[in-house]
């Protein structure tokens, strides 16, 4: 039988400009056939050449009958409303269609109408508030990062209006989605009043970003139950190069808590370590790490990224077109088809003109509604992932144990915190409205029930554990699939199942790093910053959605299952493609430029009345430099100083100047564009009471979607799913208690 690929048939019209092209690249990459209209509005020419791989080029009037055609036909249109030189239609000429319309703020709103760019779509979100250095402007990525999260959002919010089963609007709003990387920050803000803060190379109080013989690592000194081998490690590799310290090998790291320790104690830490990596090249400590399992990792640029040997092994390079060394792929597809893009897609006119993807039934539960998933793994990663589904009616098991909980509620373990385990800000808003069951998986009986779920319950299995941990529970994809041959599975561990560093432990920062997103970020004269948030704890979850999305379509249409083998560094390389392009075809290698564009005219951010408020400005060409030199004068910074930000971006927009106040997390939590859209939701937890739990970046116009509960307590559902689920009685589940399986 001949292998299908995850979304054979899905046919999309790609009528957007730059800040969604990616979306249609991703959907043409897991099997949909894409026809791009051509626009003024494409970007730089690597934009081009990697967002529009494998799609088919037409230019057509917006009266062409072969337009008319392809709009009759299309499962999915993608727009971007306002965007200059994107092609604008009605909606109505595609009725059959799911049409996705990506605007700076929303298609409604007080906001709806302003323009922006990745500059102050990022100045919006609270995110840029808090990347940089303290005694500097706010700092976005040389590379445009907003763009980079709204692509496999875009993407999702498609798959998921085909979900619904019936034609929709879909509304996506680039701030929500930059908003929610920020991992709930603007929606903690009303419980812990942190409006953000710029560190520098720091994560909070401890270093990240540290300077070696010829460039940067990365390596964090936070603590934890998780990263305690981590800093036993680094003390025997300094004393083992004779540098060994009383600050490092007398502490007992077990009980360390960065966030109490004092600063000399922190600046007694980190002055070994700082002494060896400065000796050292970056190639040599990426390898003592992948040797060692060190949680360090080289700041890449695409000359390491292409030199990586873990990248050639796992195929994410390769021949496209004229380009040797294209990068394919975000994820690697077991079961069908692999994903590619595709350059012999067949012309539109011999293309067959009805949806075969999937059956067109209404369900009003949401558009994933009826869908289950059940979920391992801890951290950022895979729980943001499954959240998408549940906020659209999905129901998520996510299992834990009392004894190795998600270390997200380990995060937050400190004499502030009176509840313990169950006071963790960050595990309660990438979590919310799931159940919670907690499985001992090291005891046999917990590990049936676990098996007893894949095979009689779910429609689908996440994880983000270290490659080996699924095999030693007997819960690999092979194992499942031989009893289950319809289930889908995800991994989304750091850099994936295979590869001579699929063993290589690590966190976000190590993802950013590795990545290329720490070159890209801060300022040319200063060392590499971020961005806020380990930014591929959010961007890799919007790629797995995505492809979990994808695959359980390709389920629902032809009754198999399939395997996704998802790297959350290849995710984040993957979406700085035309990055990696420049360097592979022009020879050029971009670091951080602060605030600048070489494509504007003006490109920055301005200080304006009070303390710490700023205000991001763009001017792309001469004309536009006219109209803003006509409302400022002479010097935009001596202007901007003596007002606020919210006068000066009004004035500069009713000049049709691209002009967006810097919020931090405080204003982002009162934005009166984001309560317009309902981004909040208002609920109670257990333990912390009254919390704003924060929605994704779209709504669809014909589905329900929300949250009705908090994150779950640990066990909270225990008997829910033993009981209501498995049909366990209350004798059976108190025996698996008293047996430790529950723990």
Not at 481 to 509: E, I, K, N
Request: proline letters at 6%; glycine letters at 10%; charged letters at 25%.
């Amino acid at each position: 039988m001949t292998s299908e690929s995850l979304l054979d048939g899905l046919h999309v019209l790609d009528l957007a400009g730059e800040p969604a092209q990616m979306a249609a690249r991703i959907l043409g990459d897991l099997g949909a056939e894409v026809t791009r209209v051509a626009c003024a509005g494409n970007g730089r020419d690597m934009d081009r050449l990697a967002w529009d791989a494998g799609k088919r080029l037409v230019t057509l009037a917006p009266d062409d009958d072969a337009l008319h055609e392809l709009l009759a036909a299309a499962d999915v249109v993608i727009d971007t409303p306002g965007w200059p030189g994107a092609l604008e239609l009605d909606p109505a000429r595609a009725p059959a269609a799911v049409w996705v319309s990506v605007t700076p703020f929303g298609r409604r709103g007080p906001r709806s109408s302003w323009r922006a760019s990745d500059l102050g779509v990022m100045a919006s979100s609270g995110n840029m508030y808090s990347t940089g250095d303290p005694d500097r402007a706010p700092v976005r990525c040389t590379e445009p990062t907003a763009y980079a999260h709204t692509g496999p959002e875009a993407a999702f919010a498609a798959l998921t209006g085909v979900a619904s089963g019936r034609p929709q609007r879909v509304d996506v709003s680039m701030q929500e989605v930059v908003l929610v990387s920020s991992m709930g920050a603007a929606g903690r803000f009303a419980r812990t009043g942190f409006r953000g803060r710029r560190s520098g190379s720091a994560v909070g109080r401890t270093r990240e970003i540290w300077p070696c013989a010829d460039g940067f690592v990365s390596f964090g000194l936070r603590g934890g139950k998780a990263r305690v081998p981590n800093l036993r490690l680094i003390t025997r590799l300094l004393e083992k190069a004779g540098l060994g310290d009383p600050a490092l090998s007398e502490r007992d790291w077990a009980a360390y808590n960065h966030n109490t320790v004092t600063d000399d104690e922190l600046r007694a830490i980190e002055a070994p370590i700082a002494r060896y990596f400065a000796t050292r090249t970056m190639a040599e400590l990426y390898e003592i790490a992948c040797d060692t399992n060190l949680m360090l990792a080289p700041a890449n640029s695409p000359r390491e990224l292409y030199a990586s040997r873990q990248l050639a092994e796992r195929g994410f390079f390769g021949p496209f077109g004229d380009v040797a060394r294209f990068p394919l792929s975000f994820v690697q597809v077991r079961g069908a088809a692999p994903a590619r893009p595709r350059p012999d897609v067949p012309p539109f006119l011999e293309r067959p003109t009805t949806s075969t993807v999937v059956e067109r039934t209404r369900n009003e539960d949401g558009a994933w509604g009826g869908t289950k998933i059940l979920e391992f793994g801890s951290g950022a990663a895979g729980p943001i992932a499954t959240r998408y589904f549940v906020e659209h009616g999905a129901t998520v098991i996510k299992v834990e144990s009392k004894t190795r909980p998600d270390f997200l509620r380990t995060y937050a373990l400190s004499p502030k915190n009176p509840h313990g385990l169950e006071g963790g800000d960050m595990f309660d808003a990438l979590n919310a409205g799931k159940l919670g069951i907690t499985l001992n998986m090291k005891h046999p009986r917990a590990v049936d029930i676990a098996k007893r779920l894949a095979f009689e319950w779910c429609d689908a299995v996440t994880e983000n554990f270290a490659p080996k941990a699924m095999r030693g529970f007997g819960m690999d994809y092979e194992t499942l699939a031989a009893a289950r041959p319809d289930l889908v599975m995800l991994s989304a561990c750091l850099q994936g199942q295979t590869g001579p560093h699929r063993d290589y432990p690590g966190f976000g920062g190590q993802g950013a790093a590795l990545s290329g997103f720490n070159i890209l970020t801060g300022w040319p004269d200063r060392e590499p910053l971020g961005p806020y948030g380990t930014i591929t704890d959010s961007l890799a979850p919007r790629f797995a959605a995505a492809a979990l999305a994808a695959a359980l379509l390709y389920r629902r249409r032809t009754g198999r299952g399939v395997y996704l083998d998802l790297s959350q560094v290849e995710c984040a390389a993957w979406s700085l493609s035309p990055w990696l392009l420049d360097y592979e075809i022009n020879g050029r290698v971009t670091i951080r430029n602060g605030n600048a564009s070489e494509r504007a005219t003006v490109h920055g951010v301005f200080p304006c009345a009070g303390e710490d408020r700023w205000v991001a400005i763009v001017a792309w060409d001469t004309d536009e430099a006219e109209r803003l030199a006509k409302v400022v004068g002479d010097d935009v910074e001596a202007w901007t100083r003596e007002r606020r930000a919210d006068e000066v971006a009004q004035a500069l927009q009713a000049a049709g100047i691209e002009a967006v106040p810097v919020a931090d997390f405080g204003d982002a939590y009162a934005d009166e564009q984001l309560e317009h859209r309902e981004h909040f939701v208002r609920l109670r937890h257990p333990f912390m009471g009254d919390g704003a739990y924060e929605r994704n970046g779209f709504r669809l116009s014909d589905a329900p979607s929300s949250y009705t509960r908090t994150s779950p307590t640990l066990g909270q559902d225990n008997a829910t799913v033993l009981g209501g689920i498995l049909g366990l009685s209350n004798a059976e589940q108190e025996q698996l208690a008293e047996e430790g399986a529950l723990d």
